[in-house]
């Protein structure tokens, strides 16, 4: 079994910092990319940042410049720096992963629960 679990959201004024982790746990073997999305009241869920396994990059135009993925693989951890908070940012922040475990070695697509970021005006 393998959960995704995320951490670092809350409520931050417009121009503010936070930093979301999310950690992979369980029969964990291998890890390709790992990705944050965010999805709005209302709204579709939406690709954010996204980071492969080598360390190669993609972020959405709304946040690039502002917000920064990383990895550390010996952690199983995904991170996201985000920098110059708006409003239009609030959102419930979900972890993504392709992950195989050790009794598979298959690879799966995984989500966190979510995690909530508000940012105040």
């Known amino acids: 079994q393998v959960q995704l679990v995320e951490s670092g959201g809350g409520l931050v004024q417009a121009g503010g910092s936070l930093r979301l982790s999310c950690a992979a746990s369980?029969?964990?073997?291998?890890?390709?990319?790992m990705g944050w999305y965010r999805q709005a009241p209302g709204m579709q869920r939406e690709l954010v940042a996204h980071?492969?396994?080598?360390?190669?990059?993609k972020y959405a135009d709304s946040v690039k410049g502002r917000f920064t993925i990383s990895r550390d693989n010996a952690k199983n951890t995904v991170y996201l720096q985000m920098s110059s908070l708006k409003p239009e940012d609030t959102a419930v922040y979900h972890c993504?992963?392709?992950?195989?475990?050790?009794?598979?070695?298959?690879?799966?697509?995984?989500w966190g629960q979510g995690t909530q970021v508000t940012v105040s005006s």
């Open positions: 980071i492969t396994s080598g360390g190669s990059t």
């Open positions: 993504n992963a392709d992950i195989s475990t050790v009794t598979t070695l298959l690879f799966y697509n995984y």
């Open positions: 369980g029969n964990v073997f291998s890890i390709k990319a």
